[in-house]
């Protein structure tokens, strides 16, 4: 990997999202002593769409999903491939045979929770004996509440030999003034990769909270301890916590598989703890029976998820062909100077099977979908091509497995502070 000539490419660049990774790094990787390039089918637009944003790549190289030829080349170059090109049902497998193939790091966004179980079926032994990392699910979700839920449990054994019990997220979102519409919310990337799980073979896997864990032993454990749970709760000061959004099957996978590939490296047992997760709609206005309200419409929509998830097979393609038609395709999403007037902050409020407490903060800058995602991947990037700031292990990895927790204080210059208290 020493002799590449790049640190890190941006594939996907021209998107929603992979514009704003290529900004960032536009801005951060001459600091960080790091080369980078620009990837996309069509280089053309890639340059365009980043000089309108202006963030010019100092490189845009050629590569399309369908070319394997192209993706070796451009992952025979770099240490660190960020995969911007979704919905990865669809696009990822190649690109990751590529990564794999090549010795680079793979780094994706990927939602699609039954792709992550089939790229770990297909590649996790091939990528631990070429000492490669694919590092999936690594935006908003999942990256900001796994490394969180590390950081709790890790503190929590230095402080008190001691094992996490319960973890308990709520993330409060603080929106631009004025009208929010579909567009400030979601990209069409987004909603597209969305009705792809619902095609995809396996989709039921999708509501599993241990569906990312081998061992079925373990795996059963997972669900009775820590189901997903969609009824809105109520927390402290009025606040009502509804499911999280847009889908609240992501994450909880990811965190248990965090913990289990830990555990099963220090040759421990697991005792798995119970993840709850949610938005906080905070107390005020508007009163509490139309917050509750609100909550529980929230979770009305995630449950009509997870039925559809659970549907027979022709029932589950009719509803993703509906949804491909009526939803909007790529290229649609929040963009420009808006992105920057949102913020959000993660709590995650933990208890020790000591019965000791502890809280990890995350205070962020930015729209969590489409600007901190996309710093907060681009360091993650910087990092995972730098000797020595992740973890040696390798295979497929969740954010927090692939990143460890000794550099959190990287992604304070992405905009994402994590502090830690008891
Ligand atoms: N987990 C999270 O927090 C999170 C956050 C944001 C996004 N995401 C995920 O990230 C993915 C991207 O989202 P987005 O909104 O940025 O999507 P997007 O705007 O649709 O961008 C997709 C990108 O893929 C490229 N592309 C499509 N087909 C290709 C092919 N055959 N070969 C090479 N490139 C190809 C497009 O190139 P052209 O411009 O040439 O069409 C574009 O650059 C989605 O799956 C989304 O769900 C996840």
């Known amino acids: 990997m020493s002799e590449r000539d790049l640190s890190v490419v941006?594939?996907?660049?021209?998107?929603?999202t992979g514009r704003g990774v290529a900004a960032y790094l536009a801005e951060r990787?001459?600091?960080?002593?790091?080369?980078?390039?620009?990837?996309?089918?069509?280089?053309?637009?890639?340059?365009?769409?980043?000089a309108e944003i202006g963030a010019s790549a100092p490189e845009t190289i050629a590569a399309e999903v369908g070319d394997p030829g192209s993706l070796a080349e451009m992952a025979s170059r770099t240490r660190v491939v960020l995969d911007l090109?979704?919905?990865?049902?669809?696009?990822?497998?190649?690109?990751?045979?590529?990564?794999?193939?090549?010795?680079?790091?793979?780094?994706?966004?990927t939602g699609e929770i039954p792709f992550v179980g089939r790229t770990i079926e297909a590649f996790h032994e091939r990528a631990s004996e070429a000492g490669v990392k694919v590092v999936e699910v690594c935006g908003f979700e999942a990256l900001p509440p796994d490394l969180s839920v590390l950081l709790a449990a890790e503190t929590a054994r230095e402080r008190w030999e001691e094992d996490l019990a319960e973890a308990d997220v709520a993330v409060s979102t603080q929106q631009?003034?004025?009208?929010?519409?579909?567009?400030?919310?979601?990209?069409?990337g987004t909603m597209q990769s969305m009705a792809e799980v619902f095609a995809a073979e396996g989709a039921a896997e999708s509501a599993d909270p241990a569906t990312l864990i081998a061992d079925p032993e373990l795996a059963a454990k997972v669900r009775d301890a820590s189901p997903i749970e969609l009824a809105p709760r109520f927390a402290a000061d009025g606040v009502v916590i509804a499911p999280m959004s847009p889908a609240a099957f992501i994450n909880p996978a990811v965190i248990h598989r965090t913990a289990a590939l830990l555990a099963e490296e220090r040759g421990e047992p697991v005792e798995p703890f119970r993840y709850r997760e949610g938005i906080a709609i905070p107390g005020g206005t508007p009163s509490l029976p139309l917050r509750y309200g609100a909550a529980a419409a929230l979770a009305g929509v995630q449950?009509?998820?997870?039925?559809?998830?659970?549907?027979?097979?022709?029932?589950?393609r009719r509803g993703a062909?509906?949804?491909?038609?009526?939803?909007?395709?790529?290229g649609f999403g929040p963009k420009g100077a808006r992105l920057e007037e949102w913020s959000w902050q993660l709590a995650l409020d933990a208890r020790t099977d000591g019965g000791?407490?502890?809280?990890?903060?995350?205070?962020?800058?930015?729209?969590p979908g489409y600007l901190t995602t996309a710093t907060m991947l681009g360091e993650a990037g910087l990092m995972l091509a730098e000797d020595g700031a992740t973890p040696e292990r390798a295979g497929c990895l969740t954010p927090a497995a692939a990143l460890g927790t000794a550099s959190l204080s990287r992604f304070e210059r992405a905009g994402a502070r994590f502090a830690v208290s008891s």
């Open 85 to 109: 090109v979704g919905p990865y049902t669809l696009y990822g497998t190649p690109v990751i045979e590529a990564c794999v193939a090549n010795g680079a790091h793979y780094v994706d966004l």
């Open 29 to 50: 990787a001459e600091e960080a002593g790091a080369k980078w390039a620009a990837a996309g089918r069509d280089p053309e637009k890639v340059e365009r769409v980043l």
């Open 303 to 316: 449950a009509g998820f997870a039925a559809l998830a659970r549907a027979k097979p022709a029932a589950r």
């Open 10 to 16: 941006v594939f996907g660049a021209s998107g929603v």
């Open 356 to 367: 000791h407490y502890l809280r990890v903060d995350l205070d962020a800058d930015g729209h």
């Open 176 to 188: 631009p003034a004025g009208k929010v519409g579909l567009g400030d919310m979601m990209s069409g």
């Open 321 to 330: 062909g509906y949804l491909r038609k009526v939803l909007p395709g790529s």
